[in-house]
């Protein structure tokens, strides 16, 4: 699969989540693992570095017409409880939206991981999940949907 913007967003808003966290446990840290964390927070640091460019060489691209925007996909799931994106009109929103998806599946993940759970408990986190993980699926394709549609119509124009 050829990278879109949709899907480089989805990327940078994981390494942001990455970073905070390694933030996180920077300021917690009581020396042990310092060092460690600090390499890990550096590396991911330069990794969000290059996604920025990645995504502005990309928009670049795709704004001059030489990339694919969108890159169509085959669905075979078909989960009736995601909420639909249709709403979205605005690249920022949709953005937005995806960059909140992400988070909210960061927590199911941390959440199902606890060993204290019962099984049932788990089940439901994993629908959750499942839900989750599609509409940001759906997400990312908002961004290239919208992102093509403004190409298409700058170029209409």
């Not at 480089?8 to 970073?19: A, E, F, G, M, Y």
């Not at 920077?26 to 390499?39: G, P, R, T, V």
């Not at 199911?108 to 099984?119: G, Y």
Request: contains cysteine; hydrophobic residues 35%.
């Amino acid at each position: 699969m050829a990278e879109t913007l949709g899907s480089l967003v989805d990327k940078l808003s994981i390494k942001n989540l990455r970073i905070w966290h390694l933030d996180e446990a920077l300021e917690n840290d009581n020396e042990s693992k310092h060092e460690e964390l600090k390499a890990k927070r550096d590396l991911a640091d330069k990794q969000r570095q290059n996604l920025v460019d990645e995504i502005n060489g990309f928009l670049a691209a795709a704004l001059a017409g030489e990339v694919c925007i969108r890159d169509e996909k085959i669905k075979m799931y078909a989960n009736t409880n995601v909420s639909s994106s249709d709403h979205l009109k605005k690249l920022g929103q949709a953005v937005s939206e995806l960059a909140f998806r992400n988070i909210k599946l960061w927590h199911c993940e941390d959440e199902v991981r606890r060993t204290d759970l019962p099984d049932a408990e788990i089940v439901k986190i994993k629908r959750r999940i499942d839900t989750t993980n599609q509409e940001r699926n759906d997400l990312m394709d908002k961004v290239d949907e919208i992102l093509q549609s403004k190409s298409e119509g700058k170029s209409n124009s």
